[in-house]
């Protein structure tokens, strides 16, 4: 990847995993689940094309049996970064006590992005087995911290070997 890849005013050239023509999938500051994603446009025309291909290989990966895929578009529907891009998070049957529940993780993980944004921190900046960060289970929201960029480079790292590989 030779030239940057900015989400909004973040440059993620890190976390980019899988790239097409005009858009680009990263790994998440704050996981909801193992495998939630965003899919980036640079250009709207192949956005759903490239959430496809990265939703079908992302259940592949982690054993999933469907995926939610949100767009949150404006700051009155939960988005914080000011960029167009699809949530994709990998679901398995009783993820959450309640299949909605998902929603609500969303949500305050969007807020507590927007709080990093508002005090001016950095927010974003193999084999078979996903890196150990990966492994844990995922604590309450509250309890949630963002990931370093070394964390994140390492899943999309992860992550690009299986794009490559089925390509």
Known sequence: ????????????????????????????????LPGHV????RRIGD???????VQSVLEKIYTA???NIGI????????TV???HVHLIPRKKLDFN??????????KAEANLESLQATGKEAI???QVPPTSMKKSIPRDEDRQPRTPEVMQEEATWLRSYFEQNQ
């Open 82 to 84: 000011p960029h167009l």
């Open 65 to 67: 049996t469907a995926s």
């Open 72 to 79: 949150q578009d404006g700051q009155d529907a939960g988005q």
């Open 125 to 127: 900046t193999g084999d």
């Open 47 to 53: 956005l759903f094309e490239s959430v496809a291909k």
């Open 1 to 32: 990847m030779s030239k940057p890849f900015m989400f909004s005013a973040f440059n993620v050239t890190n976390q980019v995993f899988y790239q097409a023509k005009h858009s680009f999938a990263i790994v998440n500051l704050k996981p909801i």
């Open 98 to 107: 309640e299949n909605d529940e998902v929603y609500q993780h969303l949500e």
């Open 38 to 41: 965003l899919v980036i446009p």
